[in-house]
């Protein structure tokens, strides 16, 4: 069950899902929320920075391209950290896209494009990123492994 | 933080020093009425000084690239000055580091205009 739109906060563990409105104000908690997550799993900044930056450009892209700021339009987020992992999806109410014909933003001739970098950086960012087709709407889930703890630090 | 942008004259470049976020909704727009001011004033060497930047998302990555079209469309030069970790490695993982011409120290930076 989906909790209404309001300010994201996330346990350290269990998996929490968000309905927010198609606005800039959503990209910020979104992101916050990731930071937060990737903080209390223990990530490094680098890590962290790259988490929150993958998760703010999935929500950017599902509010700005996805639901085109439409007000009657949410997008839907989740977080969790599986112990092995962390999980998010990010999914909007738009016509939805196809991946595989994003133009390359590295190839010569789209070097000096102002725009069409977002996804790009979602891929290069994380471990694994899975795009699946709604209806309407894409939803991404963004994976970033955890590292292994040390055996020493296991219970028996 | 939004973006903060401060302008000083140097051997004749236009230093803009950048500090805050470069992000859609947060600098992107300012950075971009700061580059077309500059250009329309009729400066044609502008340095950026990124060196305070603690963020950019890939809208501020489009509008450094848009900034750099902008002013070489119109005859003048745009270069960036003293990059934090995060937009370095930024500008390598997406190629942009090919693009500009970088430099980590200011008076080598306007020694480059001459």
Known sequence: MEAESGPVSVPSRGRQSFRLNSTMDSVGEVEAAADQLATEAGLDEDQRFHVAMAVREAAVNAILHGNEYDPARKIHVSLENTGKDLVFTIADEGRGFDPEKLPDPLAEENLLRGTGRGIFLIRSLMDEVHFRHLNPGTELTLVKHLPPVPQKYLGS | ?114
Do not use: C, P, W
């Open chain 2, 1 to 114: 933080m939004a973006l903060a942008i401060a302008s000083r004259e140097l051997d004749g470049v236009t230093v803009l020093d950048l500090s805050g976020r470069i992000t859609l909704g947060e600098g992107s727009v300012q950075l971009r009425d700061a580059i077309r001011d500059l250009i329309a004033k009729g400066q044609s060497r502008i340095l950026l000084d990124l060196g305070e930047v603690s963020y950019i998302d890939s809208s501020g990555l489009g509008e450094l690239v848009s900034a750099y079209t902008t002013a070489k469309n119109q005859g003048a030069t745009l270069k960036l000055l003293k990059l934090t970790k995060k937009v370095h490695d930024l500008l390598q993982l997406t190629k942009l580091y090919t693009v500009f011409e970088i430099f980590d120290d200011e008076a080598s930076a306007i020694a480059s205009f001459k």
